[in-house]
Every structure is written in structure tokens, then in C-alpha cells.
């Protein structure tokens, strides 16, 4: 299997060689993962290497198959997907698709379909898909992507082979940045700490300058624990309300990491790399028991936002604590 532009996923790329050298095929497989982790990437190497018509290692991506694929021009490469304006999947968009796969594949023997989002299917949309994967056409592939499992009926769970997308080491995201945004090693590294072993967030973060002014403001602003000031930061909450859940895991990266330096004074184990010399300067100024505190906090005001509790209240009750 040609893996050569792939980074990490090792487990899972073993996986999928097995199924290709064994020629074990199964008509529908479901990737799971959270958004971002690499779902829709690890699928489609496995689906085009399926597709592939070269010779040797597969996928080729010279043959006009592999072509095809990665222009997103195949004629037998269906994606379904959640439509801009609705919250889910319908049942006629699985309507829709099966009245595809009854016609055999313009090409190649095969035709694959994706359906991203699964887990945003209605319940009526899994019913329909249920009688598809229990007679399944036999020139037809399934790749389900998901962010959780959840939702999904146990009936289609029983008829798709499980591809967990596990989370990916701070080297191997730091490299994956490098290659695709040509950043420096240190800025990287910081991204792909941040990020907690999701590549896709990384590469998000990396390119979010909203993001980037945030961080500089929280962390600098910080400073002011302890005192009234470090009410001023309720500003940026107020500012950026649909970013709420990235402004506490800012802060509570930096206090972690605090409390890091505070206890064992391991700089390898810090996210923050790029910013040592606040962390110098901030990091004497607490106890452990304060920093443990200030997470607590954290993860309390988290589960009283997610219960609608007063935003301006809720936030300025957990500045008020540091």
C-alpha cells in the first residue's frame, strides 16, 4: 500500500494492508473519529487504493483511476453529505443513493460511496441505508466517516467494519505542518501541542489568525490574576462567545503548564514553548493549590455553559476566582 505521503496512523495503515494483501473486502466500512482526526484522509487512500488499476503498490496515482480520484472527478465516487441548510442527513438523500447503486458502475468494476457526517443521519435515513447494507449490490463500497458512534444504530454499527482514527503524536503533527504551511519547527511544535493529537484542528489553529490574537491577549493578559484587572479579559469572551470552548482550553493549557513548571520544572513537558519567557514571569507567582484550583474552575464554568447558565455571570465569576 503507497503510504508514502501519509504521516503516522501506523495501527490503522497496517490494518488496511492486511484487508488489501488478503483480498478481504467487506461491503461497507465505518471511520470514526473526531473532526479533524483524519476520517475523510484515511478513507480515501483506502478507497482509492481499492479503485486503483496500476500495478504494484496501490494507490498508484499515476493510472487514470487514481487520477479521477484525487481531482474528485470519478464517475463511480459518490459522497453524500449534510446539506448547508438542513442539521442532518435525510432519508432522501439515502433514497437518492440507492437508486445509484442499482445501476452497475460506469467504470472499473467498483463504485465507492461516502457518506460524511454519518452520525447526523435521521434514524429514517439509517432505516433506509439498513436495507441497502443487508443486500448490499455486489459492485458497491460503503465508507461511513463519523465523529462518535453514538447515534448510529447498532444494526448498521453489525454490518461495517470499524476503522478507529486514534489520536496522533506532537512529532508527527509538527511535520505535517511543516510540509503543508511551511512554518518554523518551534511554531509547529506549539500548534500541534495545542491542537491534543488532532491534525485537523492543528492545521486550523495554525491558520487562524482570530485564534492567534486571542492566545496573545489571554496569556498576556493572565498577568492580572490576583487582582480587579483580570476582569478586562471578560472583553475578549464578550467578543467571541461562539469561540468559547478555544478560550478556556487556552487558559487551561497555560495554567497546566504553570503548574507544570511549578511542580517538576520539566520544560519538555510544556505547550507553550514559544512563550517561555511569560511563563518564567507568571510561574512564581502561584501556589500548586491555586493552579489546581483554576483548572477545577475551568472545567465547572465549562459545565455550566453547556447548561445555559448566564454567560457574562459564568465568565466573570471565573476571572473573579483566579
Known amino acids: 500500500m503507497n503510504t508514502d505521503h501519509i504521516i503516522g496512523q501506523s495501527p490503522l495503515i ?10 478481504r473486502i467487506v461491503h461497507a466500512y465505518l471511520f470514526t473519529g473526531p473532526a479533524g482526526a483524519g476520517k475523510k ?7 482509492q487504493a481499492l479503485l486503483c488499476t496500476g500495478q504494484g503498490n496501490k494507490p498508484c496515482r499515476q493510472c487514470i483511476v487514481c487520477r479521477q480520484f484525487q481531482s474528485g472527478n470519478h464517475p463511480d465516487v459518490i459522497r453524500i453529505k449534510k446539506p448547508v441548510d438542513k442539521t442532518a442527513i435525510v432519508v432522501d438523500q439515502i ?3 440507492q437508486g445509484i447503486v442499482k445501476v452497475k458502475p460506469y467504470q472499473a468494476g467498483k463504485r465507492v460511496c461516502f457518506i460524511e457526517q454519518a452520525h447526523l443521519m435521521t434514524e429514517q435515513a439509517q432505516n433506509a441505508l439498513l436495507k441497502t447494507l443487508e443486500e448490499p449490490p455486489s459492485h458497491t463500497l460503503f465508507f461511513l466517516l463519523a465523529d462518535n458512534t453514538n447515534t448510529l444504530l447498532s444494526t448498521i454499527l453489525s454490518r461495517c467494519q470499524h476503522f478507529r482514527i486514534g489520536s496522533m503524536s506532537g512529532e508527527d503533527i509538527s511535520e505535517i505542518l511543516e510540509r503543508r504551511l511551511s512554518i518554523s519547527r518551534q511554531d509547529a ?3 500541534a501541542a495545542l491542537s491534543q493529537g488532532n491534525p485537523g484542528k492543528a492545521i486550523s489553529l495554525a491558520e487562524d489568525d482570530t485564534f492567534r490574537h486571542n492566545r496573545e491577549i489571554l496569556i498576556k493578559g493572565f498577568s492580572q490574576a490576583g487582582s480587579a484587572g483580570i476582569l478586562e479579559l471578560y472583553d475578549i469572551f464578550s467578543r467571541n462567545k461562539d469561540r468559547k470552548e478555544e478560550l ?3 487558559l487551561q493549557i497555560w495554567i497546566r503548564d504553570l503548574l507544570i513548571l511549578k511542580e517538576t520544572g520539566e520544560w519538555n513537558l510544556v505547550v507553550n514553548l514559544d512563550q517561555t519567557h511569560l511563563l518564567k514571569r ?9 493552579l489546581r484550583d483554576m483548572i477545577k ?3 465547572e464554568s465549562r459545565r455550566m455553559l453547556k447548561n445555559n447558565s448566564n454567560y457574562q455571570l459564568t465568565v466573570e465569576s471565573l476571572l473573579l476566582s483566579f
Do not use: H, P, W
Not at 15 to 23: D, E, S
Not at 41 to 47: D, H, K, P, Q, V
Open 14 to 23: 497496517a490494518g488496511m494492508k492486511r484487508i488489501l494483501a488478503g483480498g
Open 41 to 47: 484522509t484515511m478513507s480515501g487512500l483506502f478507497a
Open 95 to 97: 433514497r437518492e443513493l
Open 189 to 191: 511544535a506549539v500548534y
Open 248 to 250: 478556556l482550553d487556552i
Open 282 to 290: 507568571q510561574v512564581s507567582r502561584f501556589t500548586s493549590a491555586a
Open 297 to 299: 474552575n475551568i472545567e
